[in-house]
């Protein structure tokens, strides 16, 4: 067996006989005091109310999940700006594709209502953000591709139907 190996499945097994033993004696040592408090469920240090298995709202998943893209983006445009101070040209070059479809991107968002916590229909949004534009092929496509929040939807079938 290479010496390399060798001290590696040392260093591997003490690491996990040194975790072992102490939560053992960590067992050992504690005091066993059950109650009702602590098996009670904890959620962000505030008591629950109510059932656990409610519906949340998609909404916390979509912002949750725009944090990361432009997080991951804040990260991938980090070492493309310090390669700019030496190299600008090229990185422009390289960074211009990237930049591009990440602004298009958060446009998109933007423009059909999901960076809005409380959302309405593409028309309605259209109307209050952008009075003094008029809808032209890019803003009809825009508005043709953007999701539209179901509530505001009924809404709007309720309205046309006169009700």
Not at 23 to 45: F, H, S, T, V
Not at 68 to 92: G, M, N, Q, R, T
Not at 149 to 162: R, T
Request: hydrophobic share 50%; charged share 20%.
């Amino acid at each position: 067996m290479d010496k390399s190996l060798l001290s590696i499945a040392i260093f591997m097994s003490f690491g996990l006989v040194f975790v072992c033993v102490n939560m053992l004696i960590g067992k050992a040592l504690r005091p066993k005091l059950d109650n009702q408090e602590k098996g009670a469920i904890y959620e962000c240090g505030e008591p629950t109310v109510g059932n656990s298995w409610v519906q949340f709202d998609l909404r916390f998943y979509i912002v949750a999940l725009f944090y990361l893209i432009f997080d991951v983006e804040v990260a991938l445009i980090y070492p493309w700006a310090v390669i700019f101070k030496d190299h600008a040209i090229p990185a422009v070059i390289a960074g211009l594709p990237f930049m591009l479809i990440i602004i298009i991107g958060y446009a998109y968002e933007w423009y059909s209502g999901s960076l809005d916590w409380v959302r309405h229909s593409v028309n309605d949004a259209y109307a209050v953000n952008r009075p003094a534009l008029s809808v032209g092929p890019v803003e009809g496509a825009l508005a043709s591709m953007a999701r539209r929040d179901p509530e505001a939807l009924a809404d709007e079938a309720d309205q046309a139907a006169g009700h």
